[in-house]
Every structure is written in structure tokens, then in C-alpha cells.
């Protein structure tokens, strides 16, 4: 690496000798043309950062937005109500000047709003822009418009910086809901509410930067200079799209074509650029997501009906093993479908089961009556295009096969994704491997999409609802209670009590068995300060800055 930087160099300074021959020969103008170019050069080189990605956004319409790649772009683009301090999970005012008044049925949230506030377009912000942005958000449709549609009654401005969000019944993580980087201010002169109506190609926000040129390969943001917050430490952002390619990401970093990479390289490529950085080429930042990785038992099946059956399938997982096999040390074991991000979490599945306790995989076994001349045979089920999941359902067939003598036996099985997902809500499989990405960073968006059951009974197990959606089909009239509970709850310790006895009754049950927790990382050259990564894996690029001290 250093001896090509030295042939660079002279590279360079050839060419640098070159151009004062020709100024000298020319006299007149050159120099002028010389320093201009040298001064514009030296300037784009500090005030712009290249951030390559392989995730392509399919909209970045807030209101059709449902995936990271668009999220992340509108994450910088546009402003909230209220947002989380970076790199964290506490909640504040952003738009709003202070956390909502609630009254006393919570059912309606009073929210004061910024003044001063300027659209990328030069409208002004005030409540009737931002009541527009929120209705517009449920009525045209979106992919994520149930978030707000299935919760609010009515939104109206009841002053000129203040509106009034009404809601269906109370929900203690609403304040969070608002914080979803969809329910952004957007300018009611560049947008229309309607079914349908979504600009994919544009954005015209109130965020700290605004979108200047948006390619199937790239795209362009510069810094808003009339924001009204905490302005970027650079002066925009070069977004490199390598769709779906870790490997050309990888190789764009390592050869110097971005400053930052973020989102997705393999874990084979992740340890070796943590190598990289630990031998001082590059910077590694690494975080803790907040997306759960599990395994869904389906109750209403043989022989995962039985509970003796999950609880034995439950103590035979190894997290730590799968974690330093499959994902190469890239992961955290968690014990409870909520994660470790949150000060709710509760270890649940290490009390009960531990990791790879053969003594109580073989008491449930026997328990039931299956041994190596009765074997029982579950279904591991899991997307084909999740490499992980494809050698975990290996390593569980390798291990029972060798540690419990084929009394268990695993039979692992794929199918195309879109398939999966559609046979998964249907209650097809046994059991089935996949995630959980947050909507919004509450406890809640753990426990109400996979837990919670619209309709059924002890009897016919979920028929509607989140766990039916999930594939566990898990119906618990005592969770389905607290999980109410809890979203009514106001007081945060009252709350934390009630998250404990769901996930208690949720590990004696086992209609899930959670595995991991992910880890994000993100990689930058030496130089580059500011990188980093939120729990809910958008990514700040306000922060970033070139330290052009620092030498190649």
C-alpha cells in the first residue's frame, strides 16, 4: 500500500510539473485557472463524503416507504416530530419543542410545534403543513400507512404552530410511532394527498439535507443552508449504490472509491475488514441492532403442538456456537424475542433452557416418549436466501443426529423467499427460521407483532393476528391481556413489570425460541470522524467529517 501511494505521489507531482511548464509557456491566465482548480479540488475533497451501499431505495416517497434503503436516505433528508438522540434510544423533540401533552384517557396528544422552520422548497413550516404530512402519510396508502392508520382517529391544528393527534385507544409507545422517519414534514406545495399519489424520485423536506440528483446507481445530497437545526459537518453526501453486491462494496472501500462503507457485506468480508482496522488501514464501527433473529414453533402442528417437543427444541440451541459458526462472531445472544437494546429485557430462555443442555432435551424427549427407536422428525423450514439460516438448520441436524442418537431428527428445508413468507402466514410449517426489524424502537414492536392475537382460541390457536402472521400461530388470552396492559401503561416501571411476566409466559410456552441479536457495522477511512450507527440501523450522515489532518 505505501509503495503505491509513493508512485502516486510522483505520479502526481509529474503531472503538477507538467501543468507549470504549460502556465509558464502560456504566461498569461494559467495561473489564475491553476489555482481555481486546485482550490475547488481541495474543497470537494473536504466538504463531501462518497458513502458506498448495496441497498437500493425502491421509493423515497415517506409515505411508500417500508424498507432500509429508502428509510435510511429519508432518515437524512426529512424531519420528525420527535426523533432519538444518535446512536441511542431516548426520544426528543425534533419538529415538536417538547414531549406531547397527553390527556388524562390518553387518547389525545397536544404537541407544540418549531418555528422558523423552512422547507428544501421555501414553504414554511407550521401545523397545517405538518397536519397535511400526517394525513397524507394514512391516506395514500403507503406500505407503512397502517402504522399510523390502524392507531390514529384524527389530526387537526389547533393553533399555527400546534396540533392535536387523537388516537383509538391509549398506546404508551405513540410518541415513539411519531419518530418513524415516514411520518416526516413534506412540503404540501410539492406533494398530494390521495390513494396512490407518491412521487418515488423526489423529496422535499425540512431535513438537513436536500436531494439534488437521484440515479438507479447513485444519489446527491447537499447540505441545506437554511436548516434550521445542527448543521452537517460536510457539505453533502455522495451516495454509491453497488445493487446488491457485498463484493464490488468491499472492493470500492478497500481500493479507496468511498470514504464510508454501510450495509451489507458478508461476515466472511466483515472479518476481514475488522482485520483490516485492527492493523490501523481503516477505521471498524460497530454497534448492537436491534433486529432479533428466532425461530417460530407452530403450535397447531404436530409434533410442535406438544410443548415438550419445543421446550426440548429449545434447550438443545446453542446460541454462542451458532453465533461463532454461522456468523463468525457477528452476533449477540439473545434469550427473549425483545432485545438487549431495551432496559426490559429479561434473559428469560437462559434461565429456563440455557445452551445445548442435552439432560433436559433428553428428560423432554423422554418426557414424550421419544427415543432412538422412536424418533420424533420436525421440519426446519427457512428461506433460500438466507445462507445463515440454511447452516443452522444444518448444525441442528448434525447435532441431534450425533448428541441425542436420531431421537430428534431435524429434516431442514427452502423455499423462494416471497413463497416462505406466504406459506409461513398460512400456518404450513412446523417450524420456521427468520427476523424481526423494529418499525419504531419501543418494546412493544417485539412483543404486539409476534405475540398478539387478534382472533382465536386455546383451541384453535391463533386464527388472526401477529403470531398467526409469524408463523407460531400462538394464542394466549393472558398475554393478549398484558400486552393491553402495557401499551395503556404510562409509568415506565409499571410498564418494565408487565414486559417481565410477558416474557416469562412467552419462554414457558415457547411458540418462538430467539437466537440472535444482530450487530451492524459500518467501515471508514482513517480521517473520517463521525460515523455512526443508530439502534434502528438508519445511519446520521450529518455527523460525518473529514479530519484533513490526517495523512494517507
Not at 434503503?69 to 424531519?79: E, K, R, T
Not at 441425542?404 to 431428527?409: F, V
Not at 401477529?466 to 409509568?491: A, K, T
Request: hydrophobic residues 40%.
Amino acid at each position: 500500500m505505501k509503495i503505491l501511494a509513493f508512485f502516486k505521489q510522483w505520479r502526481k507531482l509529474g503531472q503538477l510539473l507538467t501543468l507549470v511548464l504549460l502556465c509558464f509557456t502560456l504566461a498569461v491566465g494559467c495561473n489564475r485557472e491553476q489555482n481555481s482548480l486546485q482550490v475547488q479540488t481541495t474543497n470537494n475533497n473536504r466538504d463531501r463524503i462518497n458513502i458506498g451501499t448495496t441497498l437500493q431505495p425502491r421509493t423515497l416517497d415517506p409515505a411508500d416507504s417500508y424498507e432500509l434503503a429508502g428509510l435510511m436516505v429519508i432518515y437524512n433528508l426529512g424531519d420528525t416530530l420527535y426523533t432519538y438522540q444518535v446512536g441511542t434510544t431516548h426520544l426528543e423533540p425534533q419538529l415538536a419543542t417538547a414531549m406531547p401533552k397527553i390527556s388524562e384517557d390518553g387518547l389525545t396528544y397536544t404537541i407544540p410545534l418549531r418555528q422558523g422552520v423552512i422547507f428544501h422548497d421555501g414553504t414554511p413550516f407550521n401545523a397545517e403543513a405538518m397536519v397535511f404530512s400526517l394525513k397524507r402519510f394514512i391516506e395514500n396508502g403507503g406500505e407503512p400507512s397502517f402504522l399510523l392508520k390502524d392507531t390514529v382517529t384524527r389530526i387537526e391544528a389547533t393553533g399555527e404552530y400546534e396540533i392535536a393527534i387523537k388516537i383509538k385507544q391509549p398506546f404508551a409507545a405513540f410518541t415513539s410511532l411519531l419518530a418513524y422517519p415516514g411520518a416526516c414534514a413534506v412540503s404540501p406545495q410539492a406533494y398530494e394527498i390521495g390513494a396512490g399519489k407518491f412521487n418515488p424520485m423526489k423529496f422535499v423536506g425540512t431535513g438537513p439535507y436536500k436531494l439534488v440528483q437521484y440515479k438507479s446507481d447513485s444519489l446527491r445530497l447537499e447540505a441545506f443552508d437554511r436548516y434550521w437545526g445542527e448543521k452537517p459537518k460536510n457539505q453533502g453526501i455522495d451516495l454509491q449504490i453497488y445493487v446488491g453486491n457485498p463484493a464490488n462494496l468491499y472492493n470500492a472501500f478497500r481500493s479507496g472509491a468511498v470514504d464510508v462503507a454501510y450495509q451489507s457485506f458478508v461476515p466472511q468480508q466483515i472479518r476481514k475488514l475488522q482485520e483490516g482496522a485492527t492493523s490501523g488501514s481503516w477505521q471498524a464501527i460497530e454497534t448492537l441492532g436491534s433486529a432479533v433473529n428466532f425461530m417460530a414453533l407452530n403450535i397447531n402442528l404436530e409434533p410442535t403442538k406438544q410443548r415438550v417437543i419445543r421446550e426440548a427444541i429449545a434447550s438443545l440451541i446453542d446460541r454462542p456456537f451458532l453465533i461463532d459458526r454461522v456468523l463468525q462472531g457477528q452476533g449477540e445472544p439473545v434469550y427473549s424475542l425483545i432485545p438487549k437494546t431495551f432496559d426490559v429485557y429479561k434473559p428469560v430462555f437462559d434461565e429456563l433452557y440455557g445452551d445445548n443442555n442435552l439432560d433436559k432435551v433428553k428428560q423432554f424427549l423422554a418426557e414424550a416418549g421419544y427415543s432412538a427407536d422412536n424418533p420424533v422428525t420436525v421440519e426446519l423450514w427457512h428461506s433460500s436466501t438466507s445462507v445463515n439460516f440454511s447452516i443452522v438448520t444444518a448444525i441442528l441436524k448434525a447435532i441431534a443426529k450425533r448428541d441425542l442418537d436420531g431421537a430428534i431428527q431435524f429434516e431442514p428445508n427452502s423455499i423462494a423467499r416471497t413463497a416462505f413468507f406466504g406459506y409461513v402466514s398460512q400456518g404450513i410449517y412446523q417450524t420456521s427460521f427468520s427476523n424481526w426489524y423494529p418499525d419504531f424502537l419501543d418494546a412493544d414492536n417485539f412483543v404486539y407483532p409476534l405475540l398478539h392475537c387478534a382472533k382465536g382460541s386455546d383451541a384453535t390457536g391463533c386464527e388472526e393476528g401477529g403470531s398467526q402472521n409469524q408463523g407460531s400461530s400462538y394464542y394466549s388470552d393472558r398475554v393478549n391481556q398484558l400486552i393491553e396492559q402495557q401499551r395503556q401503561e404510562q409509568n415506565p416501571d409499571k410498564r418494565k413489570a408487565i414486559f417481565a411476566q410477558i416474557q416469562e409466559i412467552m419462554a414457558r410456552d415457547v411458540p418462538y425460541i430467539p437466537l440472535w441479536q444482530t450487530k451492524d457495522y459500518a467501515f471508514a477511512k482513517n480521517g473520517i470522524a463521525g460515523v455512526t450507527i443508530n439502534p434502528s440501523q438508519t445511519f446520521p450522515f450529518w455527523t460525518i467529517a473529514r479530519n484533513m489532518s490526517v495523512t494517507k
